[in-house]
């Protein structure tokens, strides 16, 4: 068995791809593939404009109980599920005014907002998009171009996936009993396994310093293989910066902690995918980066943490390939 060190070299040597199939959202259709019938969204948005021209209209004319009247239509067809993609909301970024806050809105406050941005949208954007020609592709585009916020709940996924293809199986029935009793199990701890992850922690007298001192933050996923137990913090890593570098850092210090008092032998892992981890084995951005550091900490953390382990996608799989 390639102990943690050897794995972690390993894993440098298996670079993580440009494309990975776990994280492609292709199918993450919002409009209908048939441009001959129209879904709810489609038919929503075309509303809203159709009534952003009519305020215009109604605006011109000083007619101020149509213009209240179609603020409430605006209103309603704004209550559509994915009408953020749409071109009228997506503006709202322009006016520093997100979608999710107008959600938290009064009544009054969102009539209010709407009678700003409607004005504001018309003189800047509606006539030059009318002009171009409004299409429900725009819709699609949009997201498509925020399928990254997603990629969280899809890298949980994709350790399961890999559990599974290895022989482990998702607990069924997330009480303590169940686990204790069973072998080549996984669950997911900071989702529907939260509870018991929790009662695992204290019926194995485990300290969990690291969740302690991220404010309670909870791993991604825990499995277990006999007497061993493996808790793993997932972390999916495009490319660098001032964010990412503290996010890198936080899963380095995550394999910094062990338990050394527990009933069980417990083993801190790092599962770091995307174009990142290969900047790791990168000369090139190690001369001027903060990579060289990282790499440095890392190889720390797993000398002084012999039983914890810091891999990319081959790395953890060869990992269970080994601890079986």
């Known amino acids: 068995m390639k102990n943690n060190l050897e794995l972690f070299e390993y894993s440098l040597k298996k670079p993580e791809p440009l494309i990975d199939e776990a994280y492609v959202k292709s199918q993450d259709l919002v409009i209908s593939v048939n441009d001959k019938k129209p879904n709810s969204l489609m038919k929503s948005n075309l509303e809203l404009l159709e009534n952003i021209s ?4 109604s605006q011109k004319s000083k007619n101020l109980k149509m213009l209240k009247q179609i603020i409430d239509n605006i209103r309603s067809c704004l209550n559509t599920p994915n009408i953020n993609y749409s071109e009228f909301s997506s503006f709202w970024s322009v006016t520093d005014v997100s979608y999710s806050s107008y959600k938290k809105l009064s009544e009054n406050e969102q009539i209010h907002f709407l009678e700003e941005v409607i004005k504001k949208y018309i003189e800047h954007r509606h006539g ?8 429900p ?16 709940p899809l890298g949980v996924k994709k350790v399961g996936s890999i559990l599974r293809t290895h022989g482990f199986k998702p607990l069924e029935g997330l009480n303590l009993k169940n686990f204790l009793s069973q ?4 669950i997911d701890t900071d989702k529907t396994g939260k509870k018991l992850f929790k009662e695992i922690i204290k019926e194995n007298n485990l300290n969990f310093k690291w969740g302690k001192k991220s404010d309670n933050k909870m791993p991604d996923v825990l499995f277990k293989y006999k007497g061993n137990l493996f808790i793993v913090e997932h972390k999916h890593m495009k490319e660098g910066g001032g964010g990412q570098n503290k996010q ?3 899963v380095i210090q995550f394999i910094n902690y062990s338990e050394n008092n527990s009933k069980i032998k417990v083993h801190y892992v790092t599962f770091m995918d995307g174009r990142y981890f290969n900047m790791f084995s990168d000369k090139s951005f190690r001369e001027k980066s903060k990579i060289p550091t990282q790499v440095a900490n890392i190889k720390n953390a797993l000398k002084n943490n012999p039983n914890n382990y810091f891999v990319n996608t081959d790395g953890f799989k060869e990992l269970l390939k080994s601890i079986i």
């Open 183 to 186: 072998n080549l199990v996984y």
């Open 248 to 250: 890198v850092n936080e």
């Open 128 to 135: 030059m998009y009318l002009g171009y020609g409004y299409t």
């Open 54 to 57: 009519a305020y215009k209209i």
């Open 137 to 152: 592709v725009t819709l699609q585009v949009s997201k498509d171009a925020k399928a990254h916020k997603q990629s969280g």
